[in-house]
């Protein structure tokens, strides 16, 4: 097996990624090993302007940027353990994309991210982003469904 240096832990802010936190600490744990909790802002669409409203879309996504490291930093504070050692990232682009490159880019040993991800026609036309991170990543991905989610067939 693999000698797992770096563990990242991937959040929405959601109750199903909450939930898959508990599992990123434990392999923390038992690996002795640095836990990466990252937060992805995702590129805001901007529909066409038909000059009805003036929007500042560059201060929105700061402003995202913003909240998003505080809740951040808020969920280590609070949930994490603190002799876990923990690094915490917020970054900008399509969330998949961005955890392949900050696993590459880091070391990272595993990937612990919650399976449910977009629902609805977003899903069927663009798949969701665990299931490209599955089929992308460059190491493990440890996937953890909420118990309350049913699973039904097919």
Sequence with gaps: MTEIRNILFTTDFSDYSRYALPYAVTMAE???TTLHCMYVVEPVNTPVDFGWTQVNYAELEENHEKHAR?????????E?????????????GRSFSQIIEYA??????????????????SHILFGSTTEKVVRKSPCPVLTIRDPSHEFEMP
Excluded: D, Y
Excluded at 85 to 92: D, G, I, P, S, Y
Excluded at 104 to 121: C, K, Q, S, Y
């Design 30 to 32: 038992k690996f002795e």
């Design 70 to 78: 505080n809740i951040l930093e808020k969920l280590v504070k609070e």
């Design 80 to 92: 994490l353990p603190s002799h876990v050692e923990t690094v915490q990232a917020v970054l900008h």
């Design 104 to 121: 590459r880019e880091n070391e990272i040993g595993m990937i612990v991210m919650a399976t449910h991800g977009l629902g609805g026609l």
